[in-house]
């Protein structure tokens, strides 16, 4: 019964997912990207919103958290977008996920696999456009595909690739992988190999650059509320709430939490909040950050404990034991604002919300 939580808002990702269907239209698919436990929102709960909102397909990152989804009954089709280790073939293949695929060692494995179970698996092969981390090069894939021929129980689904640079408004980078990857399409249709799927729309893409939309867009951030390049109507999933458990009213000059970082230069009230670096809320934002108290903002003072933080209430009247104090996603603190005090992204701040903090859907 720790009084932090997080509250989700089903009507806000239901909006922000209405949004991204707005954008692309009713021909191009919607993969809702799921991984890392939906950002933090909670990845069972907001996959069954998504596919009863038209997603068509989710996204995760690994095989893990796609059998998360199967045990809780979700019989859509996953895609695994970091792709997988060759011994989790066997998984892959039983329970009907969809991998990413960037080396033959993966495409053998599959293949066996799929053999021994008397299956067909289908892969999405992964394309370096010049993301620099995963996929097979242009200039490999007649290679690939050489081999992959002789490969049974495989078969090739789907083309993608990741955009780098999509969030820079005209990026001149995003316009070269999208002329790399048509490159590689072509090449593929010249080699007549069929696929059914090509696609490469993050959610910066998907807002900017239309010519990226192709056959399945990936929306990620921005079911959350994050991301909104200007010309979307995004609303904020989660409020990371909280509630002050003392009020401790000290002199000038009283040094405060650990190492004396902040030191009062007035008769100070100090709220006392059960939230910390264990709960996610990094400890860089100590001395910088500010908290949503009684539609007003409270200062953060002091360094952010493991499981508790300091804010200065002197300011606001009327504050009591138990009032319910919000870290971010109200009208006061977005989670853009804490994620600049810790000079971080907001990616990072919404998905290390840690377990232990619970997710309340309303």
Wanted: glycine share 12%; hydrophobic share 40%; aromatic share 8%.
């Amino acid at each position: 019964m720790r009084p932090t939580w997080a509250e989700i808002s089903l009507d806000s990702f239901k909006s922000n997912l209405g949004e991204v269907r707005r954008i692309v239209g009713e021909n191009v698919r919607i993969m809702a990207i799921v991984k890392a436990d939906a950002y933090g929102h909670g990845a069972v709960r907001l996959s069954d919103a998504a596919l009863s909102n038209g997603a068509d397909i989710l996204g995760v990152a690994t095989v893990p958290e796609a059998m998360e989804l199967r045990e809780a009954g979700i019989k859509n089709g996953i895609f695994l977008l970091g792709g997988i280790d060759p011994r989790e073939a066997g998984v892959v293949v039983e329970n009907t996920l969809t991998p990413a695929c960037y080396s033959l060692d993966v495409l053998e494995a599959l293949s066996g696999a799929a053999v021994e179970c008397g299956k067909t698996v289908g892969y999405h092969l992964k394309v370096d456009t010049g993301m620099t981390r995963l996929g097979v090069g242009v200039g490999d894939i007649e290679s690939f595909f050489a081999s992959a021929a002789e490969l049974p129980g495989v078969m090739l689904e789907g083309v993608f690739t990741h955009l780098a640079s999509s969030e820079i408004h005209q990026s001149d980078y995003t316009d070269y992988q999208l002329g790399i990857f048509r490159e590689g399409l072509f090449f593929l249709d010249e080699l007549g190999i069929k696929y059914r799927y090509a696609h490469s729309a993050n959610s910066a893409s998907i807002q900017k650059f239309p010519d990226s939309h192709m056959d399945i867009v990936r929306p990620g951030i921005m079911l959350y509320g994050s991301g909104d390049m200007g010309e979307v109507g995004l609303r904020p999933v989660m409020k990371l709430k909280t509630r002050i458990v003392q009020l401790k009213e000290v002199p000038q000059d009283t040094s405060v939490g650990y190492g004396g970082t902040f030191v009062t230069r007035r008769e100070t009230l100090i709220a006392t909040l059960p939230v910390g670096y264990a709960d996610g809320y990094p400890r860089a934002l100590s001395n910088r950050a500010k908290v949503s108290l009684g539609g007003r903002l409270a200062p953060l003072i002091g360094s952010v404990c493991m499981d508790f933080i300091m804010v200065d209430v002197t300011d606001i009247p009327g504050v009591c034991v138990g009032d319910e104090a919000v870290l971010f996603g109200d009208g006061l603190v977005s989670v853009e604002d804490v994620s600049s005090w810790a000079q971080t992204i907001p990616y990072e701040v919404l998905s290390r919300i840690s377990p232990r903090v619970p997710r309340r859907c309303v």
